[in-house]
């Protein structure tokens, strides 16, 4: 079974993406320079990654990815920052 992760990447008009993958350096790698890139981030370069972290299986990855996505952007920068914890957002389900 692989190890998940989930990241955050910002976009060049600040705009935070959320996602997951097994392979945070190459999933970044496309959305730079390949057609493999999400819709979001197309054309919105320069990204940067903020954020990455081990995450576990895919049905955890996908339940975090979740509640993430539903979070503020101020809340995605506490979880950027470390103010806010991903255990956290599991335990508030």
């Given at each position: 079974?692989?190890?998940?992760?989930?990241?955050?990447?910002r976009r060049?008009?600040?705009?935070?993406?959320?996602?997951i993958?097994?392979?945070?350096?190459r999933?970044?790698?496309?959305?730079c320079?390949t057609?493999?890139?999400?819709?979001a981030?197309?054309?919105?370069g320069?990204?940067?990654?903020?954020?990455?972290?081990?995450?576990?299986d895919?049905?955890?990855?996908s339940k975090?990815?979740?509640q993430v996505?539903?979070?503020?952007?101020?809340?995605?920068?506490?979880?950027i920052?470390?103010?806010?914890?991903?255990?956290?957002?599991l335990s508030?389900?």
């Amino acid at each position: 079974m692989s190890e998940y992760y989930l990241y955050l990447i910002r976009r060049n008009d600040g705009a935070l993406y959320t996602g997951i993958t097994t392979d945070v350096k190459r999933r970044f790698n496309e959305h730079c320079h390949t057609p493999l890139a999400a819709k979001a981030l197309k054309g919105r370069g320069p990204l940067r990654l903020e954020f990455s972290q081990a995450v576990g299986d895919r049905s955890r990855a996908s339940k975090l990815e979740y509640q993430v996505k539903k979070l503020s952007k101020k809340q995605k920068l506490a979880l950027i920052s470390g103010a806010l914890s991903l255990s956290s957002l599991l335990s508030s389900e």
